[in-house]
C-alpha cells in the first residue's frame, strides 16, 4: 500500500486532539485510576454510570 502524500491533515487532526484532549498525562492518570477503582470493586463494566454527573463531562 502507498504511504499518503498529504500528511498536513493528519498533523492538524492531532493537534487538534492534543488541544482537546488536554495534557495526556492527565488523562492518563486519571484512565489508571478509573481502571484502578472498578478493579477493586471487581466491577468489570468499566465505567458504567460514568455518562451522567461524574463531574467529568462538562456537566
Same mark, same amino acid.
Given at each position: 500500500?502507498?504511504?499518503?502524500?498529504?500528511?498536513?491533515? @493528519? !498533523?492538524?487532526?492531532? &493537534?487538534?486532539?492534543?488541544?482537546? =484532549? /488536554?495534557?495526556? $498525562?492527565?488523562?492518563?492518570?486519571?484512565?489508571? *485510576?478509573? @481502571? !484502578?477503582?472498578?478493579? &477493586?470493586?471487581?466491577?468489570?463494566? =468499566? /465505567?458504567?454510570? $460514568?455518562?451522567?454527573?461524574?463531574?467529568?463531562? *462538562?456537566?
Amino acid at each position: 500500500a502507498r504511504a499518503p502524500q498529504n500528511l498536513l491533515p @493528519i !498533523a492538524a487532526l492531532e &493537534a487538534k486532539l492534543r488541544r482537546e =484532549l /488536554g495534557d495526556a $498525562r492527565v488523562l492518563n492518570r486519571y484512565l489508571q *485510576g478509573v @481502571i !484502578a477503582e472498578e478493579a &477493586a470493586r471487581g466491577d468489570d463494566s =468499566l /465505567g458504567a454510570g $460514568r455518562e451522567k454527573g461524574n463531574g467529568h463531562d *462538562g456537566e
